[in-house]
Structures are given as C-alpha cells and as structure tokens.
T-cell receptor, first 111, second 117 residues
Framework: QKEVEQNSGPLSVPEGAIASLNCTYSDRGSQSFFWYRQYSGKSPELIMFIYSNGDKEDGRFTAQLNKASQYVSLLIRDSQPSDSATYLCAVKSTGGFKTIFGAGTRLFVKA | GAVVSQHPSWVICKSGTSVKIECRSLDFQATTMFWYRQFPKQSLMLMATSNEGSKATYEQGVEKDKFLINHASLTLSTLTVTSAHPEDSSFYIC?????????????FGQGTRLTVV
C-alpha cells in the first residue's frame, strides 16, 4: 500500500463547477496535511495546509480532513481554466520533517 | 511565503560530467532541506534529507556517491550529480524547512531541469 494515495485522473470539470480531489494516507499518526498545485514544468506551490479534523476554507478552496478515515480532500469552488494543473496531496510523517507526496491528480477545467 | 531560490533552472550536460545544483533560502534559515526528483508525469520522489552541518540521509535506492549533498550553512544546500548519464535527466527540486512557517511548511525552489546528452 502506498503511503499517500490519490486518483491520478484526469479529472475534468466544466468552468464554474466544483472540483473534488481526494487523498488517503496510511500513517495513522500523521499530523500535517498539505495540498500543492503544480503546473507542468514548474515547482509545486502550496495551496493549503490543515492539521485538525473538519473543514478549512480559504477563498475558493476548502480542505477537509478526517483522521479516523485517514482521508483528506480539497474542494475547488467556481473552478476556472487557470485551475487546470496537477494537485499533490502531501502528508508529514510522524515525528519527523519528511513530507510524503501522493502521485497527484490532474485536473482539467473546461472553458 | 518564504523564498527558496534554486539555480540553475535548467542545464544540459554531457554524459560523464558532473553538475551542481544550488538551493538557497533567501529570507530564512533552513535547518532542513529536501531534494526531490520528478520524472515526467510522475510525482515527486524524495532523494535525501539534509540538515545543516551533518551528513545527508538518503532514501532507499538513491546512490549517495552519485548524488552528493552538502548543507554547509543554514541558507545553502547543494546537490551534485556526479558522472551524469542520460537516465539522470529529470526535474530536480529542493525544498526547505526553517524558522519561517514553523517546522511544518516546506518552501520549494523553482526546480532544475537536467538534461544529460
């Protein structure tokens, strides 16, 4: 079992719709969870981080964490073509600085 | 957010030569730096973790004699790909953790695209 799993996609949504990206992780003791966006040929950029169970909203983005289910998601409301990218879920391992990345989900927002 | 500068952004080298990539934290002290490699359409793969002033910790399967990492100061880490071969062609990215953002958020450099011909 991979440490951090994501559906590779591609996920295609129309402009203005809600895009839902999902991620599961295997280390039950993980404490920190991150969503990064990566455009082709570029370095990842942090979108959001979440530490506590529940929802965390920042503009059009909402991160959801359920530690009991070892599940974290990212919702993008009012999706725009500029949101088209690969979204990486990352989990910080227990007791260390190491951050484990999922394989990423490719998102296409159709104009 | 904090700034991590990676240089060069791209490099082409001949097979058998060595290439050095620099990663600098410009506005914070990076106690820990990470080096990743990313092949096309694949995710980031952690190569090694380096702490200032100590030897790097390499992930399983990464040759420490081929990928030399030096973290001599709190603002600079270098990755040297020695005796590069075409299969080393990849996108190399560093990230840094330090006194900006606490001990959880990592800031990424711009990445270096290495092409070995």
């Amino acid at each position: 079992q991979k440490e951090v799993e994501q559906n590779s996609g591609p996920l295609s949504v129309p402009e203005g719709a809600i895009a839902s990206l999902n991620c599961t992780y295997s280390d039950r003791g993980s404490q920190s969870f991150f969503w990064y966006r990566q455009y082709s040929g570029k370095s990842p950029e942090l979108i959001m981080f979440i530490y506590s169970n529940g929802d965390k909203e920042d503009g059009r983005f909402t991160a959801q964490l359920n530690k009991a289910s070892q599940y974290v998601s990212l919702l993008i409301r009012d999706s725009q073509p500029s949101d088209s990218a690969t979204y990486l879920c990352a989990v910080k391992s227990t007791g260390g600085f190491k951050t484990i990345f999922g394989a990423g989900t490719r998102l296409f927002v159709k104009a | 957010g904090a700034v991590v500068s990676q240089h060069p952004s791209w490099v082409i080298c001949k097979s058998g030569t060595s290439v050095k990539i620099e990663c600098r934290s410009l506005d914070f002290q990076a106690t820990t730096m990470f080096w990743y490699r990313q092949f096309p359409k694949q995710s980031l793969m952690l190569m090694a973790t380096s702490n200032e002033g100590s030897k790097a910790t390499y992930e399983q399967g990464v040759e420490k004699d081929k990928f030399l990492i030096n973290h001599a100061s709190l603002t600079l880490s270098t990755l040297t790909v020695t005796s590069a071969h075409p299969e080393d062609s990849s996108f190399y990215i560093c990230s840094a953790v330090g006194d900006r953002g606490g001990d959880t958020e990592a800031f990424f450099g711009q990445g270096t695209r290495l092409t070995v011909v």
